[in-house]
């Protein structure tokens, strides 16, 4: 049987920062940049992509530094110019921005626990809800999917970004998007077709 795929798009998620190391949460755009270990995680990534031929047409990335650091490393492997979109930073946490997994808990016992139960509704204000977030990502892939038809594109994004993008994709629903990991320098692909998605592979990271 024949499937007519529009778009295929792999996602790349960040390289590290002192705040995935530290395992704090943020949705600033200014901070913090990738660390060493980051650097080196993308290198990695970018020289193994090309390696095994992953082909693009366009090379698109939110706003934050650290993932722009990223796309650069990308961009220059593949010798092509990147796209900021606005529209694919990472959740915004209010209150739990900068704040590590340990203080979160502390402070809000029951956080997570509210995530996962009440994925519709915010936590606390300039935050987004699980649901919200997740029609957010939907909207633009979308976007990007029905603008680049026929086209293998490059994203280059945040963890929590492919998170949603893999439960748009799949219509899985939105309480299970803690159950999908996504390291740093890792690398997704979904191939989009007329009326479905397919998850090709997710969360690969290469061998230095």
Avoid at 59 to 81: C, D, G, H, L, N
Avoid at 110 to 131: Q, R, Y
Wanted: glycine share 6%; net charge neutral; with cysteine.
């Amino acid at each position: 049987m024949y499937f007519h795929r529009k778009c295929k798009i792999t996602f790349i998620c960040h390289g590290a920062t002192i705040y995935s190391e530290e395992g704090r949460f943020s949705d600033a755009e200014n901070y913090p940049p990738l660390s060493e270990l980051g650097v080196e995680e993308m290198e990695t990534l970018s020289k193994y992509l090309k390696s095994r031929g992953v082909k693009n047409d366009v090379i698109y990335t939110s706003p934050s530094i650290r993932t722009i650091q990223s796309a650069m490393m990308v961009a220059k492997v593949f010798k092509k110019e990147y796209v900021i979109l606005d529209d694919l930073k990472t959740r915004a946490c209010g209150e739990w921005n900068g704040k590590t997994f340990g203080q979160i808990l502390k402070q809000y016992p029951n956080g997570f626990a509210k995530v996962l139960a009440e994925p519709d509704k915010k936590l606390m204000p300039n935050s987004e809800s699980t649901v919200e977030f997740i029609k957010r990502i939907k909207v633009v892939i979308d976007d990007l999917v029905a603008k680049n038809i026929g086209n293998r594109i490059i994203v280059v994004t945040h963890p929590d970004v492919i998170q949603a993008a893999i439960c748009a994709a799949l219509d899985l629903p939105a309480d299970k998007i803690l159950n999908i990991f996504v390291r740093t320098g890792s690398a997704t692909q979904i191939s989009y077709f007329d009326n479905w998605a397919s998850l090709v592979y997710s969360d690969y990271v290469p061998l230095g």
